[in-house]
């Protein structure tokens, strides 16, 4: 352990940071979309008719947001098991991660919905659309047209928070730079360069979704 | 500020300068002087590694590698002070004198280069661990299978070379999650030292795990850092002491139910 | 070696204290720290403006575990010895540092212009407007994100015991493998992550419904 840094292993490293990055990719986008799907759900759960319904997504959603994401990860992985439940890795991470994303995406969604206008909903009814129409056709759309920053900074926090999966020996990003330090013993070198790889990856990722945002979600909305 | 006492600040900060250096040099000189001068050995072991090292329900740590640990610190006359540490973290611990010395340390080339070892002090193999029902016999029959393995260690490297390819290899950073994938299913397999299946297979799971064959015989060294002759003298001294009078055997009927064979501290082609 | 769930209790709860301790220290740390970054990222110059954006932007779009390494793996390169508890500290404490400078930056901006003003025709120059009339609004403003900002502290302390810090979740991890019972253990250190935040995600909730912002 010399007192300059030691980055000669780059090259052949990689083929293992490209892979790795390459899954937490995989595994933010699976996320993004059934987060989102699922916070969608918890949304319209949280203003239910039914005050049973109201209660277990206020329960859900306070649950998860007051305890680690390590700790809900490793029940998931380990803890399920003992009730016959068993996800191999990717498949837990994932569901970790969705169940995580969507307890604030449900905050940020339903604060949505809130903040359409309810006129919206009059004018569209008042046009003999069906409630189900009207909520994916009108509300929905400029729902998330107003919380979609919010959103997208959720889902950048949880991209960041992933790295964690590594913990359950999915093969994603974190996971191929402790195996590269554990070979070579030079351990600050590894993550100083896996660092940067996950600031682009952020960075990419936002403006990703703000030019995609735009040109899907907010077409034909003033 | 006059002349006079900017010398004399200059004075002090270069005598403190030179103090500094000296003492800093003298840490380094000799580091079996420095656990006598500390009065404590300061030792590496883990922490969910039974029954070598794991913990009672206060906590405390029991285990080979605490009996162990207690006498070399009672022959070197000082008080023992026991660090638990990870795989991943404990070479770093090592060299940064965060620890002086560690136990169950198996020895390899790559390990040579950065820390010292003294003789042998424990058996150690590095068994494939499954469940009844799975028929594994050989290295051919990973092929296919998922198993779980702590990362670094040299059931890594061991399971790495003789699963070559096809073998779905799940790493994780501590024996306790390698054990707990394993008994949750969620991995077929695990390699992990024999004794320390041996805990798992006790523990009476429905599947039945068994040992299903022995990848390499690995005996568990001290770790030391490396250039400290004095300090290996006097451990493997009292190692030596160990295996002369009995008091190994006695660990390891206790920990391990079994006597202490002398074969098993030599390792195969090392 | 049989636990009892006593037991197991009890020495999650022992090792809870570590959490609760940590927590506090990056908090406090992080404060002391985040003020002084948040002095440069409103500074007037934009050279310390930006340096301040690039320390944020830093920790704010890096994983804290990768925070935790480079700490954890840093230090000895500095002369420091390679310990737990000092990284852990370090790390979260400026982490904390970015997160709530750029927390109480929103609480500066959402005070009104005009306060500024008045401070300024007080004879006062910029760092005594900024100490005496502008933070302290800042501050009140910006208590309900800080507090829930403490939370998320909370939960973070989690990732220490990836480096080998003895905290709640590593016990939890160790005391599994003494007893094998995943449900049990977990569950329990689960409650206990809930009971120390959730007092404190209540307690948000409640001063952002009195904070009163100011148009």
Known sequence: MGNSLDFSWLGDAIKLIGTGAAMTILLVVVTAFLGTLLSILGALGRTSRYPMIRRIVKAYVELIRNTPFLAQLFFIFFGLPSLGIRLNPIVAAILAMTINLAAYGTEIVAAGLAAVPTGQREAAQALGLRPRLVFVKIVLPQALKIIFPALTSQIVIMMLESAVVSQISVRELTYEADLLQARTFLAFETYLVVTLVYLGLSVALRRLMFAGGSKFIFSGQP | ?270 | MEFTLWDILRNLLLAARWTVLLSLVAFAGGGIAGLFVLLLRISKRPWLRRAAEMYIGAFQGTPLLMQLFLVFFGLPLLGFRIEAWTAAVVSLTLFASAFLAEIWRGGVEAVPRGQWEAAASLGLHRIRQLRLVVLPQALTIARAPTVGFLVQLVKSTALTSIIGFDELLRTSNAINNATFQPFTVYGLGALIYFCLCFPLTQYARMLERSTVIPK
């Open chain 2, 1 to 270: 500020m006059t002349k006079f006492s900017t010398l004399r600040l200059t004075g002090l900060a270069v005598a403190a300068l030179v103090c500094g250096l000296a003492f800093g040099a003298a840490a380094r000189a000799d580091a079996l002087d420095d656990i006598t001068k500390a009065g404590v050995l300061k030792v590496g072991v883990f922490g969910d590694f039974p029954p070598f090292s794991s913990v009672t329900s206060d906590m405390s740590l029991q285990g080979y590698d605490i009996d162990v640990a207690k006498i070399v610190a009672d022959a070197l006359k000082v008080k023992l002070q026991l660090v638990t540490v990870t795989g991943q973290n404990r070479i770093p611990y090592l060299t940064e004198r965060r620890a002086d010395i560690l136990l169950s340390v198996g020895h390899s080339a790559e390990r040579e280069k950065v820390i010292d070892f003294t003789a042998a002090y424990a058996p150690y193999y590095i068994a494939v661990i499954g469940p009844k029902a799975l028929k594994v016999q050989d290295k051919g029959d990973l092929a296919g299978k998922s198993i779980a393995v702590n990362r670094g260690t040299l059931e890594d490297t061991s399971l790495t070379e003789a699963a070559a390819s096809g073998a779905d290899i799940k790493r994780f950073d501590n024996y306790n999650a390698v054990i707990q994938s394993f008994l949750a299913g969620q991995v077929q397999l695990m390699v992990v030292g024999n004794d320390v299946g041996a805990g798992v297979l006790a523990r009476q799971v429905a599947t039945q795990p068994e040992q299903k064959f022995q990848l390499m015989t690995s005996p568990d060294h001290i770790g030391l850092n490396k250039n400290e002759p004095r300090l290996k003298q006097a451990l493997n001294d009292v190692i030596a002491k160990m295996l002369a009078d009995g008091t190994m055997n006695t660990i390891s009927t206790k920990w391990l139910n079994r006597p202490l064979d002398l074969k098993d501290l030599k390792s195969n082609g090392q």
